[in-house]
Nanobody
Framework: QVQLVESGGGLVQAGGSLRLSCAASGYSFNTYNMAWFRQAPGKEREFVGVISYSGTYTDYTDAVNGRFTISRDNAKNTVYLQMSSLKPDDTAVYYC???????????????????WGKGTLVTVSS
């Protein structure tokens, strides 16, 4: 069965960096685009960024563009979210998700994701 397991969350000071990992299993990882979402306390879940199945294309929401980088290692079935210049507003539970459809177009909405991890909490202190 498909499993996505995030790790790497924690407490970091504003301006600091953190790298999240998402280990995937149960499917052909290198044939699916992968995305990161986040949900801050009291807010709806929002799109953070996406990476194509080959890793050659990435896209980010404006709020993190230039500070966050998504990458993937298809040999390790893992996708990463490198976060830099963190702000208190980045505090959230971060989720990785599998985008529906093999070799498909890039999606940015949560209803176009078919599997989700349980999330990892990132807290940025001021």
């Amino acid at each position: 069965q498909v499993q996505l397991v995030e790790s790497g969350g924690g407490l970091v000071q504003a301006g600091g960096s953190l790298r999240l990992s998402c280990a995937a299993s149960g499917y052909s990882f290198n044939t699916y685009n992968m995305a990161w979402f986040r949900q801050a306390p009291g807010k709806e879940r929002e799109f953070v960024g996406v990476i194509s199945y080959s890793g050659t294309y990435t896209d980010y929401t404006d709020a993190v563009n230039g500070r966050f980088t998504i990458s993937r290692d298809n040999a390790k079935n893992t996708v990463y979210l490198q976060m830099s210049s963190l702000k208190p507003d980045d505090t959230a539970v971060y989720y990785c998700a599998r985008s529906r459809g093999m070799y498909n177009r890039v999606y940015r909405t949560d209803y176009d994701m078919d599997y989700w991890g349980k999330g990892t909490l990132v807290t940025v202190s001021s």
